[in-house]
């Protein structure tokens, strides 16, 4: 492996970054022009490349301590790189759509509203009501022996969510619940009160509009 100074002036990461943009770039050409330099013990490839394989193995919980274990980095280009992943994650969950009204779950069930047949839905949500996950559970007549707790929050344990909201489309346009929407919600409030996943919502949606449990005081 060539050292940065033995390089062609194109191949050289940031000559490549500029020349060609990041997504032309290997993840520990990246993680070199991050860091700039290397250090005494080691050339900015070498650590870029430990780096990335500790990024491999550690990526969810990287911390100060792990990268200051590589031999060579030391406590400000580790800083420099937890906070460069921290920066990454917070701009990640703002490109998420949060849910902050009943309004804001309908808009996005909207490609459902107006289906023919009805879909039963789950929108699964973190501790911030950032959206994890869209699912369609099942389709078919809501009923209480197809809407099974165990499909309902299968997902939302796979998906470490906080929180669920339940919502399903009338293709009559009509928004009034029936018996069964009232059993179901409770018996799902139940059951994610038991595991630890708050049921937010139930919505019933229409190209109509929608209705609201939480808001209609049915939750």
């Known amino acids: 492996m060539k050292k940065i100074a033995e390089l062609h002036r194109h191949?050289?990461?940031?000559?490549?970054?500029?020349q060609k943009g990041p997504q032309a770039l290997k993840d520990y050409e990246l993680l070199a022009v991050l860091l700039g330099s290397g250090s005494r013990e080691k050339d900015v490839f070498a650590l870029s490349r430990e780096i990335a394989a500790l990024f491999e193995k550690e990526f969810e919980d990287l911390s100060l301590e792990k990268l200051l274990s590589i031999h060579g980095l030391g406590p400000a280009k580790a800083g420099q790189?937890?906070?460069?992943?921290?920066?990454?994650?917070?701009?990640?969950?703002?490109?998420?759509?949060?849910?902050?009204?009943a309004k804001d779950a309908y808009e996005e069930l909207l490609p459902w509203a107006h289906r023919k047949q009805e879909h039963f839905l789950t929108i699964t949500l973190d501790g911030a009501s950032h959206v994890i996950e869209k699912r369609v559970v099942f389709i078919g007549t809501l009923n209480q022996s197809l809407v099974h707790p165990r499909?309902?929050?299968?997902?939302?344990?796979?998906?470490?969510?906080?929180?669920?909201?339940?919502?399903?489309?009338?293709?009559?346009?009509?928004?009034?619940?029936?018996?069964?929407?009232?059993?179901?919600?409770?018996?799902?409030?139940?059951?994610?009160?038991?595991?630890?996943?708050?049921?937010?919502d139930h919505l019933i949606i229409s190209k109509e509009g929608f209705l609201s449990f939480r808001n209609e005081g049915l939750l």
């Open 11 to 18: 191949d050289k990461p940031r000559e490549k970054l500029a």
């Open 151 to 200: 499909e309902v929050f299968a997902d939302a344990i796979s998906d470490r969510a906080a929180g669920i909201i339940i919502a399903h489309n009338h293709p009559s346009g009509q928004l009034r619940p029936s018996d069964a929407d009232l059993r179901i919600t409770r018996r799902l409030r139940e059951v994610g009160d038991l595991i630890g996943i708050e049921l937010l």
């Open 81 to 101: 790189i937890l906070a460069a992943v921290e920066l990454s994650r917070r701009y990640l969950i703002k490109q998420n759509r949060r849910i902050g009204l």
